[in-house]
């Protein structure tokens, strides 16, 4: 049994061995590419699309824990609609609490200055998405009540995997918080957001949600940065290969592995392993929503979608092509520059509009107000390709 903090080590790599597994160059790929995506959409488009990615953020996170909800049934209890199936109601709810823990605290990070790694910050995550649930689905498994925010009260063995003593877990933590807040530069902090995923969840300070807790952490931390935004995730890349997620931070696990692996009592090749898997991942998640926003290939997916629907609804018409492209360019538009755009008769395109505000392809707060482009489910896999294939199927 784990008691003393020293007992994690290391919390990162040796630099030289760091350097040779490739890890700086890796991540400052990703932080170019991240500050590259950065800015490119205007803030209310951006907006839009990051309320969609929270809940693309949700299911993957579910996912991964095997709570398996529909993006069908995740958008019907956006609505506040229910199924009458308990234990449907039940994953339905664990996802919206995903999705208002994540937005919480991305309303954290934009009015306050907050350390990511203090202790405190970890049971804020913890409390965000368990207080959102019932009294009777905030247990674990084997019913015991979990107290939101609260540090495990108990030792507890996950897997092959023995976390530390449940008394020791706070200075486990204080330990990570000292280290991993003390990383330098842009890239030390990078690797440093990798290796506390593991590590963090290698401590296991909450009788349950951690993994769930741990994603949201280092979405966190890679929104402190400046490398993080509403566009990218790190956890739709874990959920491509769940097995592959969890033999990474199994093998991280490991005890040190002979003189050559390192001087604390954890593999630091283990470690290197997991913080090289992390930055691929974010690097591929990255770079995939910078293939899904080019703009030239968006115009094309916007005039293909409009093709294929008219087909079916003669009301949509192709004619939007230009100004649902602009829209998502500029953000907002009045209605009268939206029909001008179309270069139809004013009825016309009064009839084209109030098609396309039913089909939730535009959108607006008020019956006369500016109008904003808009995400529905089935325009979803022609806009954006692979990004939420679950919900198009």
């Not at 990218?232 to 093998?251: I, P, Q």
């Not at 995939?288 to 030239?296: A, H, N, Q, R």
């Given at each position: 049994m784990y008691a003393r903090s020293e007992q994690f080590e290391p919390l990162m790599p040796r630099e030289s061995e760091a350097k040779k597994a490739g890890l700086p160059a890796l991540a400052g790929d990703v932080a170019a590419r991240a500050l590259a995506l950065k800015g490119r959409l205007?803030?209310?488009?951006?907006?839009?699309?990051?309320?969609?990615?929270?809940?693309?953020?949700?299911?993957?996170?579910?996912?991964?824990?095997?709570?398996?909800?529909?993006?069908?049934?995740?958008?019907?209890?956006?609505?506040?609609?229910?199924?009458?199936?308990?234990?449907?109601?039940?994953?339905?709810?664990?996802?919206?609490?995903?999705?208002?823990?994540?937005?919480?605290?991305?309303?954290?990070?934009?009015?306050?200055?907050?350390?990511v790694y203090a202790p405190a910050f970890l049971a804020r995550l913890h409390e965000a998405f368990y207080r959102r649930l019932k009294s009777d689905e905030g247990k674990t498994y084997e019913g015991e009540r979990i107290v939101p925010g609260a540090w495990r009260d108990k030792d507890v063995k996950v897997g092959r995997h023995v976390p530390p003593a449940h008394k020791s877990v706070a200075a486990f933590l204080q330990r990570a918080h000292e280290f991993y807040g003390d990383a330098k530069g842009l890239d030390g902090r990078l690797i440093a957001c990798a290796c506390a995923h593991h590590r963090l969840a290698w401590v296991h300070p909450f009788l349950d949600g951690n993994g769930r807790v741990m994603r949201l952490h280092s979405q966190a931390v890679l929104l402190n940065i400046g490398i993080g935004s509403g566009l990218?995730?790190?956890?739709?890349?874990?959920?491509?290969?769940?097995?592959?997620?969890?033999?990474?931070?199994?093998?991280a696990d490991s005890a040190r592995r002979g003189d050559l692996d390192g001087c604390g009592n954890l593999s630091e090749a283990g470690l290197i392993?997991?913080?090289?898997?992390?930055?691929?991942?974010?690097?591929?998640?990255?770079?995939?929503?910078?293939?899904?926003?080019?703009?030239?290939?968006?115009r094309a997916r916007l005039r293909g979608y409009l093709i294929l629907r008219s087909q079916h609804d003669k009301s949509i018409r192709t004619e939007a092509e230009l100004p649902l492209y602009h829209l998502f360019l500029a953000g907002e538009v009045t209605r009268g520059e939206?029909?001008?755009?179309?270069?139809?008769?004013?009825?016309?395109?009064?009839?084209?509009?109030?098609?396309?505000?039913?089909?939730?392809?535009?959108?607006?707060?008020?019956?006369?107000?500016?109008?904003?482009?808009?995400?529905?489910?089935d325009a979803l896999g022609y806009y954006f390709p692979r990004l939420y294939p679950e919900a198009v199927a």
């Open positions: 205007h803030p209310a488009t951006e907006a839009r699309l990051a309320e969609l990615l929270r809940s693309v953020n949700s299911y993957y996170s579910n996912r991964i824990e095997g709570q398996h909800t529909h993006p069908h049934d995740i958008e019907q209890a956006l609505k506040q609609s229910y199924s009458k199936e308990p234990d449907k109601a039940r994953r339905q709810r664990v996802a919206i609490a995903h999705i208002e823990a994540q937005k919480e605290m991305e309303g954290w990070l934009g009015h306050e200055e907050l350390d990218w995730a790190v956890s739709r890349g874990f959920a491509r290969n769940v097995e592959t997620y969890y033999a990474r931070l199994g093998d392993s997991f913080a090289k898997y992390f930055l691929e991942t974010c690097l591929d998640q990255v770079t995939f929503m910078g293939e899904m926003l080019s703009l030239d290939n968006l939206f029909k001008q755009m179309t270069g139809l008769a004013s009825r016309t395109a009064d009839t084209l509009l109030a098609a396309l505000l039913k089909a939730k392809l535009v959108e607006s707060e008020t019956p006369k107000g500016a109008l904003r482009f808009g995400l529905p489910m």
